[in-house]
């Protein structure tokens, strides 16, 4: 059988032709099954890490002293700019030392709003900060990072650099208003596509030179372009050290919505991500450290949490991984994953804790994913997943090592020490997608007590070098491994 014959075998086998012996699969090198569960004790231990991560955040704190953005000029009328006022607004209390800006009741329009060391940008409820849609008021550029790469782009819409003690916090709407006319034409084809596409202006005529020039190590103040089509991200603090985005609801984002990029000590909490266009991921740390995200909902048109730590050659020259996370208390709906680790995952990721996650939708994808290949390369280690808690998704575990490229680089990645334990799934198409190298085959996995009901298909184990099982059942079926 040919390694095409075998993989497309691996791709429509069911539960009714699989039997038991699911790691001796034809496609899968050397799979051994280990039994022996870990200790409660060892489980403790390896917990007590993701306690340790938490207790260690440095936390943000702030002055009693409040800044409302009315009393410096803005105004809740619908053909009123108050970027200037909430600007100002946000000066004066850092001059001050620090303290509140507060967005009280009403819709006020602004352009990109930058934070600076020790201000709180607090939203009232019934507090809507509706942001334009115009790419020109987000100029001019600034050092910011795209897909993994960086560039001087557009601002953000909420954008801190190099900032120290910065919130975004309260019970107000945050409004992006990307739509099928705004921001999001940009993608250029996309699923089925609800907007005319445009040749001129799709993304690709600025991310392919772009991710050209960040391959030939050109310097990032010189990746700059007159013509630019990458959406800029909802909330990005770059450099940034103790930041907490809490409470606020982010809608329509252009691009991915909570981004941190090397920064330190970030809280996002009780935030509520709704967002379905194009590349709508919801909280995408970026080669950060400590870093704890809890009790937020994720309901968007990409990933609902995305590790990452750059792309290819930029990720590598930075190499500085995604370190010491801890997701918890989540709720994911429609995403294209739940919890995920990559692409641009070139600078590693490591330490990664995930648990009492609720995933559900006949538009979730994937709920646990580890999608990378080996142009990007990249060491995934020390990451524990348990009681996640799956309603409806397509594919519950993937890990794949062919995303986009392939295997056409020379970076191999590596997973190592991947825990998955106390996950249940209600219904899914398929319980796993595993696709490993034949040079690189996936290893160094353990899953222990998982239930996959209602399973069309065991689904794809392809280069699978050796797994620890335990306590693994398919529809009703005890598999003895």
Not at 42 to 62: E, K, P, Y
Not at 103 to 114: E, H, I, S
Not at 390 to 412: Q, R, S, W
């Amino acid at each position: 059988m040919t390694d095409r014959q075998k993989r497309q075998h691996l791709k429509t086998l069911s539960l009714a032709t699989m039997g038991l012996s699911l790691w001796s699969l034809n496609g899968c090198s050397s799979v051994a099954a280990l039994t022996t569960p870990a200790s409660d004790a060892a489980d403790a231990v390896l917990w007590q890490q993701a306690d340790d991560i938490i207790a260690g955040i440095a936390l943000t704190r702030f002055a009693q002293r409040d800044f409302v953005i009315t009393e410096f000029g803005a105004k809740a009328l619908a053909d009123f700019d108050s970027s200037a006022a909430i600007n100002a607004a946000i000066a004066a209390c850092a001059a001050a030392g620090g303290g509140r800006v507060v967005v009280p009741a009403g819709r006020f329009n602004t352009g990109p709003v930058q934070l600076k060391s020790n201000v709180n940008l607090h939203l009232q409820k019934d507090a809507l900060l509706s942001f334009y849609p115009e790419p020109e008021r987000y100029l001019p550029a600034v050092h910011t990072r795209w897909e993994g790469v960086e560039l001087m782009g557009y601002s953000p819409l909420i954008y801190a650099f190099e900032q120290e003690n910065i919130a975004v916090t309260g019970e107000g709407i945050l409004e992006g208003n990307g739509s099928n006319a705004h921001w999001w034409p940009w993608k250029g084809k996309w699923k089925h596509t609800p907007w005319p596409l445009d040749a001129k202006t799709d993304q690709s005529n600025t991310r392919n030179p772009l991710f050209e020039m960040a391959e030939a190590g050109v310097p990032v103040r010189e990746r700059v372009f007159a013509e630019n089509y990458l959406r800029p991200p909802f909330i990005q603090p770059y450099r940034c050290k103790r930041v907490l985005i809490e409470g606020v609801t982010i809608r329509n984002s252009p691009f991915w919505l909570v981004n941190p990029v090397l920064s330190e000590d970030v809280i996002v909490r009780g935030v509520n991500c709704v967002s379905h266009g194009p590349n709508s991921d919801g909280c995408n740390p970026e080669s950060s450290n400590r870093v704890l995200i809890e009790n937020c909902l994720f309901d968007t048109g990409d990933d609902c949490i995305a590790l990452k730590s750059g792309r290819n050659n930029d990720g590598r020259r930075l190499a500085t991984p995604v370190q010491n996370v801890v997701i918890q208390d989540c709720i994911m709906r429609a995403g294209h994953g739940g919890v995920v680790l990559g692409s641009e995952i070139s600078g590693g990721a490591r330490n990664i804790f995930a648990r009492r996650c609720r995933m559900s939708s006949p538009d979730l994808e994937r709920g646990i994913r580890i999608k990378t290949n080996s142009v990007r390369g990249g060491l995934i280690e020390n990451i524990s997943i348990r009681d996640i808690d799956i309603g409806e998704v397509k594919d519950a575990i993937v890990i794949n090592f062919f995303y986009e490229e392939g295997d056409a680089g020379n970076y191999l990645p590596q997973v190592k020490n991947l825990h998955i334990s106390n996950l249940r799934v209600q219904k899914a198409q398929r319980a796993f997608l595993l696709r490993g190298f034949e040079r690189a085959p996936i290893s160094g996995v353990s899953l222990h007590h998982l239930q996959f009901n209602q399973t069309g298909s065991l689904g794809v184990l392809e280069n699978v070098a050796q797994i620890d099982a335990v306590d693994l059942t398919l529809n009703g079926e005890i598999l003895q491994l």
